[in-house]
Structures are given as C-alpha cells and as structure tokens.
C-alpha cells in the first residue's frame, strides 16, 4: 500500500474509517542498503527474481485480507484459517511452480497440519519416488541438486524447477533423467559462483570447462559454460528454447559461423555436440 507513508495512517482509514484500499497486483521491489538481497530474494516470487522489479501479491494473500475485512465480523475467517491462509500465500511466493506447490502441500505437512518449512532428504527422495515411478537410486543421485546436507527447502527445490523444469509426476521422468544424468557428468559443477569457476580455471590447461547453474534469469539462461582458452576465461550461456521434457530441441547456445546455432534436447547431448564440432 504504497500510498500510506506509515503504520499510523493505515490504521486510521482502516480501522476507524473503515477504507477498504484496493490491494496492489503487484509491490516495487525498492532496494534497501540495510536487506540482503540474496536472502530477501529467496522468498518473494518470480517477479522479482527474474529482474522486472515487482513482487506479485499471492491470490492467497488478497483472497485472505479481502475476506478480513469484512464488513460483517461474522463472516471474516478464524485466526487458525488465516494461519493456513498465510503458509499457503508464502508457499506460492517460495515456489513459483504450482506443481512443486501441489508436490509440497500434499505429503510435508507437520502434526497440526502446518506446512513444514524443510523435510530430511530421505523424506523428500523417497515420496519423489513413488510419485515419479523413478528408481529410488536414481533419485538419491540428485541429492546435491535438491539439498543442503540431509535437508531439503522450498528456495532448493524451486531453484532446482527453474533450472530443469518440473520433475513431481511419471510424465516428467525425463527431467529426473537428465538430472541424473548431470550428476554424473564430471564437469558439471552445479551452483557456484563465476568467481569460484574463474579460480578454479586459472592456470589450467588450454579448453579445460566446466557447466554451472546461472541465478541471474534461470528460466531462459539457466546454465552457463566457463571455459579456459588461450590463457582466459571465458563465459557463454545456455539459452532455454523450452520446458517440454518431450521436445527435441530443448536448450541452444550460439556457436557463430555457418552453423549459427547448436540445439539439443538434453543439457548432456548439447555438450557432447559441442564436443563434436569442437567449439566447447
């Protein structure tokens, strides 16, 4: 409620007025020398995460103050309504993917039917399992893409749905596969920081690579090749073409020349075609 300079004034329209303001669609996302922006971040949707600079307000949320503010106090929800209300609007900010949604809210609820915050690998792999049909040893292999340690969280798993897509039921086995898949490939490192892969690389030898998750738009640059040539490093995106796990032609990276543009269904196959024409 941008137009309310404090606490104060929001409470006089509201509560002794009786003003009812409409609930924005979406807040500016103002920087604060005081916030950790990587913290803050971790916790509010999309919007903000992918660079456009506005938090988008939950359904839950507006459904939630709207039915607050009830003229008729009988009809405005109990207080433990509003605590289900509210895990379920931080759900939506902390995973932008309604199946991931629909994935957490069904099997990691606590005793009083709150929904947990983190669930023990173990839990998470083993539920991942019986919804996908996926070997549960398969499964296991994504433990450093999916946790910290033995804890999963909702900012591991949405990161992880950004980067790969969704990967909750049998259909999306294919993502779980490729996933797999990279966890076995010695020169995917995962998600560190070009700072880390640029001392990692220096004073290795000529072409040496290797492929990193990328934070800053995962949805259409989710990976970036950091690479060792002629005595720099260098660094080139992987561009999302889509999240379909059945289409061909899934990730892209601009090669120059006549070939233009190398596509591949699998982050795997596009490196190996890279490997081919020699232009990793």
Known sequence: FAQYMDVSSFYEDVVEKGVRPAIPAYTPLVSAPHVDTASFLA?????????RGMIATP????RTITRCWDADPAKRPKMRDVHVALENALLECQLGSAAAREFWRKHFTGDEGSLLEEVPWYTFSTQLALDTGAP??????LQPLLAAGETVTRALVDSAVRWFGDF???AQEPVIEE??????SDWFCGDISKDLADRWLTDRDNLVFLVRTS????VH???TISKRR???NLHRRVQRLTYDPAADARYAVEVGGERGTITARTLPQLIAALREIKNI
Do not use: Q
């Open 168 to 170: 909750f039921t049998p």
């Open 136 to 141: 549960l040893f398969s499964i296991r292999k």
């Open 43 to 51: 916790g509010v949707p999309h919007a903000a995460r992918e660079g």
């Open 179 to 184: 996933m797999c898949d990279l966890a076995d």
């Open 215 to 218: 934070n800053t738009a995962p």
């Open 221 to 223: 640059a989710p990976f």
């Open 59 to 62: 359904d839950t949320l507006v």
């Open 230 to 232: 002629n005595g720099k």
